[in-house]
């Protein structure tokens, strides 16, 4: 009986105690205590900020009884500085914490893996916060998360604002123990990521060409991927056997690409665009896809970025080309109001294979103009058409297999539309389809970006003519805040270094700015700028080449910028050769730059010049330049110089508009490398609408790479060479 008693006490105190949870204030804390850890043990970080901490968490816990590595509190332990977290091992669980104001040193911000070998398995990262945690260098490659292992999830994370080369997420096949995988990837908010202008803003990739004849098995669901803007590819599959489903596209650009890899399926996702820009849907390639009971709303985009695009192949194609669409199955999708349908997009001498042994059918296709929105580019044949409808498309290239007859369409509790009449055969998506909630993705701890609204948010200070008046307000300006100047004369000894969205303001005409500096403003991390109604002299500047009125910072810039110049006078930028009215630095980015109703007289250098990036690896440096209703005389250099080489096709812009403006004497300075009053080198999109262009330089357009549009019309040329279109074509 006694002996019975100690057998049972000896039992119990060689069983594990009580799933211990150790709360550990120091990085040496936390390295001993990660060596003892148990199935059920949980390490919890102290509250407050950990200052560069490359974590490495491994341990084997057991199904069911994972081991935990979590905050103190969710949401109150900050990874900053040089730091990056990896897992190794089974069953671990990572939650509650935000990586921000820092970036890793290594590739990875968070890894599945500690080595090549030695990889994360039944392990999950959740409610974890990834916030602008980039490498100050826009142009090095850095990742956010890597999966590696088996049976991994990442889930409920929030992930904004990368903004530095690299895609945000993959799952690597990268070994055996990699591929197979049936990773789960789900209830996540990837939040705004801004025009990166090169290769490498995808938000999500699973797996690489090198093994994209692998299966994955990964599932990517119920995540929000808004405002995804980085490149072409949000998504971009290159392996088989994915299923994405449930997720919600919100205004982001480009499209979920089937790149590479066989038997993926695509279903019950819901695209809204808005109308905004480039967005897009469903780029299909390869064998055996599955596009089924899609949403697809207000999608602008055309060409690879259309709202659903069906691409030829390359025969024999290497494993980075294009294999052709076989055996895909697209059906019951929504494609409402949106722009373009793409078939055998991408036809020519070298993409040859058309779609075989397809099927497209009961998909409703909407338009509320009832304007063609199909563009078939090679033979269709292979693609069999049944049950589905158009709204009465004059001129529809899709003949059979479809009702093309008036439609009426009402919006269900589920918000999205569907055909009023009931008794049409079923097309489009099913009634049931859910559109997931924002709130219901990502941390509740963590706020949701809003609206980019960045100009004319905050207070409006009232400002004096003097010495500096306007440096000092711009000094104490918060971010939106709107500088508003008396009229007068105002002289600025300093330049105004504006690193929050600032506007200046006056009534037309009437404040005049003179500026002691080399430029008058400077655009830096962060800043962007509004001029609105002021006159600008450059008779003060010092006498050295090369000044600017307005300048970036002269090093790279990880937030995109705005420059807004409306009702605006600038002149006798003059003081010596090469004056430019605003010069950029390498690696920074205009989302938007726009001059309106202004005026630009005696300059000797350019008004403006994106030209910075010369190594011909496809990155530029502003995505939407713009000049309206303006005039120019005697500007020695260009009025635009825009150069964006390579042959890389991952990106939508840039975007050039010059309309309703006239120019005289422009570009005639011995120093205008360009030998144009507008030169445009791989500008994707060029508007020179309705000018007057008088003794001045030919505008020069060289077309580098995709299928560039460029309208130049209603323009009169006095004394001046009729455009210079070249074609430069990259096969
Ligand atoms: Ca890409």
């Known amino acids: 009986m006694i002996r019975i008693a100690l057998a049972v006490l000896a039992a119990l105190s060689i069983q594990p105690s009580l799933a211990e949870t150790r709360l550990v204030h120091t990085q040496a804390e936390y390295e001993n205590a990660v060596q003892t850890l148990a199935p059920g043990d949980t390490i919890m970080l102290a509250n407050g900020e950990w200052r560069d901490f490359e974590i490495l968490f491994t341990g084997k816990g057991a199904s069911g009884n994972p081991i935990t590595l979590t905050a103190q509190t969710k949401g109150e332990v900050l990874i900053t500085g040089q730091s990056n977290l990896r897992l190794a091992g089974e069953h671990l669980v990572v939650s509650g914490l935000v990586f921000r104001d820092g970036h890793t040193p290594t590739n990875t911000v968070i890894s599945f893996r500690r080595t090549r070998d030695d990889l994360a398995y039944h392990s999950r990262v ?56 049936h990773h789960r990837i789900d209830h996540n908010y990837f939040g705004p990521r801004p025009i990166l ?27 929000v991927f808004d405002r995804c803007n980085g490149e072409l590819e949000i998504i971009s599959i290159k392996s088989g056997r994915n299923i994405i ?18 038997g993926n399926i695509v279903e019950d996702n819901v695209f809204l665009g808005n109308g905004a820009d480039h967005t897009g849907g469903i780029r299909v390639i390869n064998f055996d896809q599955v596009v089924r009971n899609n949403y697809l709303s207000g999608l602008t985009g055309h060409r690879f970025g259309g709202a659903l695009v069906v691409m030829n192949g390359v025969p024999n194609s290497p494993l980075n080309r294009y294999f052709r669409v076989d055996n895909a199955l697209i059906e019951n999708n929504s494609i409402i109001n949106s722009d373009h349908i793409e078939l055998a997009a991408g036809s020519d001498a070298e993409r040859s294979a ?29 693609i069999a058409f049944s049950g589905n409808a158009l709204n009465a498309v004059g001129g529809s ?33 099913s009634r049931n389809l859910e559109v997931l909630d924002r709130a219901d993705t990502g941390v509740a701890w963590y706020p949701k970006p809003g609206p980019d609204n960045r ?104 937030t995109n910028y705005l420059l807004v110049v409306e009702n605006s006078h600038i002149e006798d930028l003059n003081t010596n050769h090469s004056f430019h009215f605003f010069t950029i630095a390498g690696h920074t980015f205009a989302d938007n730059i726009q001059i309106t109703d202004s005026s630009f ?61 006239a120019l ?35 505008v020069r357009v060289t077309h580098i790479v995709g299928d560039p549009v460029t309208v130049i019309a209603g323009n009169r040329f006095t004394g001046t060479p009729e455009p210079i279109l070249l074609e430069f074509s990259p096969r």
């Open 245 to 262: 489903r449930g997720n919600l596209f919100l205004e982001s650009r480009g499209t979920l690409t089937f790149r590479h890899g066989n």
């Open 354 to 382: 058309t779609p075989i042994n397809s099927v497209f059918r009961s998909n409703l296709i909407f338009n509320e103009v009832r304007r063609n929105i199909v563009t078939v580019h090679d033979d269709i044949g292979g």
């Open 455 to 558: 100009f004319d948010t905050g207070k409006t200070v009232n400002i004096a003519p003097g010495l500096d008046s306007l440096t000092d307000a711009a000094a104490a300006a918060g971010a939106g805040d709107v500088i508003s100047m008396a009229p007068g004369d105002y002289l600025v000894s300093k330049t105004i270094v504006v690193d929050r969205p600032l506007t200046v303001r006056a009534p037309e005409g009437s404040a005049r700015i003179e500026f002691e500096r080399t430029a008058l403003f400077e655009i830096a991390e962060g800043g962007s700028l509004k001029l609105d109604g002021l006159t600008i002299s450059g008779a003060a500047a010092p006498d050295v080449a090369g000044n600017s009125a307005i300048r970036t910072s002269r090093y790279s810039m990880l």
């Open 126 to 181: 959740t409610e974890t916060v990834i916030d602008r945690f980039n490498n100050p260098e826009r142009h090095e490659t850095d990742f956010w998360v890597m999966m590696y292992g088996r049976n991994n999830r990442f889930d409920h994370n929030h992930l904004v604002g990368k903004s530095n080369a690299g895609v945000t997420m993959a799952v690597r096949l990268d070994s055996a123990e990699s591929r197979q995988n």
């Open 601 to 661: 007289h005696d300059i000797t250098g350019n008004i403006l010049a994106l030209d910075e990036e010369t190594e011909d690896l496809g990155i530029y440096n502003g995505e939407y330049i713009s000049i309206t209703g303006s005039r120019f005389q005697n500007i020695e250099g260009a009025i635009a110089d825009i150069y964006r080489g390579g042959t890389d096709e991952s990106t939508f812009g840039p975007h050039f508009e010059l309309r309703s403006s």
């Open 664 to 698: 005289a004497s422009v570009g005639q300075g011995s120093r205008n490398r360009s030998q144009a009053s507008i030169r445009l080198h791989g500008v994707q999109d060029s508007d020179i609408v309705d000018n007057e262009f008088i003794d001045s330089q030919p």
């Open 197 to 223: 202008g090169s290769n490498g803003g995808e938000t999500l990739r699973i797996g690489t060409s090198a093994h994209s004849l692998a299966d994955s098995h990964t599932v990517v669901e119920n995540n």
């Open 397 to 429: 290239p899709l003949e059979s297999g479809f009702i093309n007859a008036g439609i009426k369409l009402r919006r269900a509790g589920n918000g999205l539309l569907y055909p009023a009449d009931e008794s049409l055969p079923k097309v489009g998506v």
